[in-house]
């Protein structure tokens, strides 16, 4: 007498859980874009006529499992079966294209999409091209045809050009691209048009999960910080209130802050800050790398407490720092004392507070998210 033996799930009779099913009811209303769920999640239901993509699947059940096991010819997907909801499999945020459902995940790596602005670092030096780490699986490849030449030169590059490829961007040099094209293995092609991109001067980078940049039309933007005195921690009258600091978002994931002198790029590959007649003055250069690190930090406490960074909110948040520190200047709490950071001049020989560090503390940072959330909502 033949014995058969079946697995536990697949044994004839055997009905497996649906416990997201039993858990969570039908869905009234479908979940909006950019939405946070988690797995397991109902997004849609089952009349939604969309496709599943990344992060995403919809469960088939067939109603004739005993006749499936019990003839192993029968085919395993019919038209006639009623697809069930859309289940999410990853924890992140809800993306919709067209009719294409898919999760984008908080921490992931950089996929690319054509026309992105991204910022990234030189890590090799190919034959005809420049290998760059742009936060993606693979390195991005940066051919020498696509970049333009000291002076905006559009010609067809020769051996000379290739073998100076060192003298134009050289290993551990910061550039600004644009995606121009995806290949199947998700390697990213980089390109250079026109004056909004090349190499990037002295400033600082940071790393940021790709999710919480806003995608805008621009990514490059000059900031007019509070300018705060290294003196007395006061505002000055005059053209000197505020300090332009510059800013570029990479869709990558990649930020970079630094003078806005840094970012006239212009025709050339090369962006070198250099101190003019205008900023001479050590004072003024203390200011306005602290313009910079009230911006470099500004930009991490929105990141830590999961906001996302754009213009509008970065520029917020350093207004409603500076405000704050306008406010608390005769205060000694215990995040001054733990951040503090002495300053001398060399003129009057006064010690200053340095207040900026205090936006790293998490109690600081979530006040000032907190601040920049209200003002955010009030403007809008």
């Given amino acids: 007498m033949p014995v058969y033996m079946y697995p536990a799930i697949a044994a004839p009779g055997h009905r497996s859980v649906d416990y997201v099913a039993q858990g969570q009811p039908e869905p009234s209303s479908n979940i909006q874009q950019g939405s946070v769920v988690i797995p397991g999640e109902i997004v849609f239901s089952s009349i939604a006529n969309l496709i599943t993509g990344h992060g995403t699947y919809r469960s088939v059940v067939n109603t004739d499992e005993n006749a499936a096991i019990s003839d192993p010819h029968t085919p395993k997907g019919d038209a006639n079966i009623p697809a069930t909801n859309i289940h999410t499999s990853l924890t992140g945020r809800v993306r919709i294209v067209n009719k294409l459902v898919y999760v984008e995940p908080p921490k992931a790596r950089y996929f690319g999409n054509v026309g992105d602005t ?55 040099d910061l550039i600004v691209a644009e995606v121009h094209e995806v290949y199947k293995d998700g390697t990213l092609q980089l390109h ?49 209130e505020v300090i332009s600091v510059g800013l570029i978002l990479g869709c990558n994931g990649y930020a970079w802050t630094g003078p806005a002198r840094a970012m006239d790029i212009g025709l050339g590959l090369s962006a070198p800050v250099e101190v003019d007649e205008s900023m001479s003055n050590q004072t003024e ?84 998210v907190s601040l920049v959330q209200a003002k955010l909502k009030s403007n809008y």
């Fill in 118 to 172: 991204v910022v990234g670092r030189i890590v090799e030096v190919d034959q005809r091209r420049w290998r760059v780490d742009v936060n993606s699986a693979l390195l991005a490849n940066l051919a020498l045809a696509n970049v333009k030449l000291p002076g905006g030169e559009l010609r067809r590059k020769s051996e000379d050009d290739e073998r100076a490829m060192r003298s134009f961007m050289k290993e551990g």
């Fill in 192 to 240: 250079m048009p026109g004056t909004r991109t090349g190499k990037l001067g002295g400033g600082c980078l940071l790393h940021i999960p790709p999710s919480l940049i806003k995608r805008q039309k621009i990514h490059r933007h000059r900031l007019a910080v509070p300018r705060t005195n290294t003196l007395d921690s006061c505002l000055t009258s005059g053209s000197d």
């Fill in 285 to 368: 250069l203390l200011a306005e790398r602290i313009a910079v690190c009230r911006v470099r930090n500004c930009i991490l406490a929105l990141t830590h407490n999961g906001m996302p960074v754009w213009e509008t909110s970065v520029l917020s948040a350093c207004e409603a720092s500076w405000l704050a520190d306008q406010q608390n200047e005769d205060e000694d709490d215990e995040y001054q004392m733990e951040f503090e950071t002495d300053i001398s001049s060399s003129l009057s020989g006064n010690k200053v507070h340095n207040r900026i560090a205090r936006l790293l503390h998490p109690e600081v940072a979530h006040r000032l």
